[in-house]
């Protein structure tokens, strides 16, 4: 994510920098015109990367049969809404006709969406928690489940997904990583302890 933002950066820099001294006067505003093209296409296609992304994430939430009707509600309703956000946003970019609103318009495609940094997460980890509540349920139902430990599992994804969904973009990533961090330590923990009980006796 900090590439792209330094990518961004390198091609609005060339757009807002006036054009040198020594330039011909009537050359400066067909460079600057190609410039300001350029930027707004460079922006469009990471916008592009980004709705291809949300397509993705849409199938693997399809795809994931175990998530709980309001957590795939949730998902869905995010995920249209930012499809429709960024397509609109998209448009607005090839409106531009200056380098200031290309960079304002670039900052907004990341820090009012978050696609990589926050919705991927979103699904991911929404699919792999609720996949083990729906374990733990079955485990209960066999001859001799360890209920202590299965609560222990169950307690330790509880309320998880609740938080996730509740992660807000914005533009502070590192801040967002953290929130999702606990999140993503307990699906991983939940994972290995009911691999362990599935694991058979010897």
């Known amino acids: 994510m900090k590439r792209t933002l330094i ?35 460079a922006v469009a296609s990471r916008i592009d990367k980004r709705l291809d992304a949300l397509k993705k994430f849409e199938a693997s939430l399809a795809a994931a049969k175990q998530v709980q009707a309001g957590h795939r509600d949730t998902l869905t309703k995010l995920i249209a809404d930012q499809r429709a956000g960024l ?43 609720d996949t083990e509540l729906a374990a ?13 430990k299965l609560d222990a599992i169950e307690g330790t ?20 990583k953290a929130q999702i961090q606990p999140v993503r330590a307990a699906a991983k923990t939940a994972h290995a302890d009911l691999k362990a009980l599935r694991k058979p006796r010897k």
């Open 136 to 148: 733990v349920a079955k485990l209960r139902t066999l001859p001799g489940a360890d209920t202590a």
């Open 157 to 176: 994804l509880k309320g998880k997904v609740d938080a996730l969904l509740a992660i807000r973009p914005g533009a502070d990533g590192d801040a967002i």
């Open 7 to 41: 990518a961004l950066t390198l091609i609005l820099t060339a757009v807002l920098i006036p054009a040198t001294a020594s330039a011909e006067p009537s050359a400066r505003p067909s460079v600057r015109a190609a410039t300001l093209d350029g930027a707004k296409d």
């Open 87 to 129: 397509t609109a946003l998209k448009t607005k970019v090839q409106g531009e006709t200056t380098g200031a609103a290309v960079k304002d318009d670039a900052q907004s495609m990341v820090f009012d969406y978050r696609v990589f940094v926050l919705t991927g997460p979103k699904v991911r980890l929404t699919a792999a928690i």
